[in-house]
């Protein structure tokens, strides 16, 4: 009889095995907007990303920017398929929900019972790109060996600098700096902080205050701002992928969005673009 329960035992503590496991996140983008209000930074967990022929599955999450009411998610888990084709295609496989208690109580989860239809993934998109990242870290597996992470802390931003110029001062965060491809990256991202000195307060305000009339009163608490950066590495190409303006309690009080790609003039972007060099060659591809 005791053998049967150790028996048991085992078998349980396998299944359980199997529906869960350590993660290695590390950053993969921003979501400015989203359903849950909020915006939230997507995280890949680079050890669940699995390949199987021309399929490939993993995991990420959203950690949103703040809290929400009780019952609303604070993190939310997402498994993701995707048909190696001609054009790439996509679908969710799995959603979980999670709130503010530890981040481990479950408010909302559901499988999908039935096979989603894939979505066509558009030439040249934000997801293609986001799928050639992915693709990085994929190992040969089974589908089924993208086991769902139990680890749910990600590295918050670390902050290093600065930079001095006349109008701020330069930071950026080490953890959103990422290669792509990471063996020979063809582009680079970043996201800086440009903390503004007495001038640049000024002009930056102006020209918000141009952009949105009316909203002064939100904007003369300014205190810095937020650029997420994509880089070519082998041409004189950035984008601009958000910018975000803070208050000095840290409230966003200003965002504009994809800029889409232009020529890097500016000093501030220049220098953006050779911090993320410097990094990625200084700690071999920075991931």
Excluded at 207 to 236: D, W
Excluded at 278 to 285: L, Q, R
């Amino acid at each position: 009889m005791e053998r049967k329960s150790i028996g048991c035992l085992l078998i349980i503590l396998l299944l359980l095995a199997n529906t869960a496991s350590a993660a290695n996140w590390i950053y993969l983008q921003r979501h400015e907007a989203t359903r849950y209000g909020p915006p939230s930074t997507e995280y890949l967990d680079a050890d669940s990303v699995v390949r199987e022929g021309g399929m490939m599955a993993y995991w990420t999450m959203w950690v949103l920017d703040k809290d929400l009411p009780p019952g609303h998610p604070t993190k939310i888990l997402w498994k993701r398929e995707v048909s190696l084709s001609t054009p790439l295609q996509q679908r969710y496989l799995e959603t979980y929900q999670y709130d503010a208690a530890g981040n481990k109580a479950v408010i909302n989860n559901f499988f999908y019972t039935k096979p989603q239809p894939f979505i066509v993934v558009e030439p040249g998109s934000e997801d293609e790109e986001l799928i050639t990242r992915v693709l990085e870290y994929a190992k040969e597996s089974k589908e089924a060996d993208s086991i769902r992470p139990d680890y749910m802390e990600v590295s918050k931003p670390k902050w290093y600098g600065s930079v001095e110029f006349s109008d701020c001062d330069l930071y950026w965060d080490i953890h959103s700096i990422a290669a792509c491809p990471r063996d020979n990256p063809t582009t680079i991202e970043i996201i800086v902080k440009w903390v503004w000195k007495k001038e640049g307060l000024g002009q930056r305000k102006a020209y918000l205050n141009a952009r949105e009339p009316g909203c002064g009163e939100i904007f003369e608490k300014l205190s810095y701002t937020m650029v997420h950066y994509r880089f070519f590495t082998n041409q004189n190409k950035m984008r601009v992928l958000s910018v975000n303006d803070y208050d000095v309690e840290r409230h966003r009080i200003g965002y504009s969005g994809d800029a889409g790609w232009q020529n890097i003039e500016g000093t501030k972007d220049k220098m953006a673009r050779t911090i993320a060099q410097n990094w990625i060659n200084d700690s071999d591809g920075g991931n």
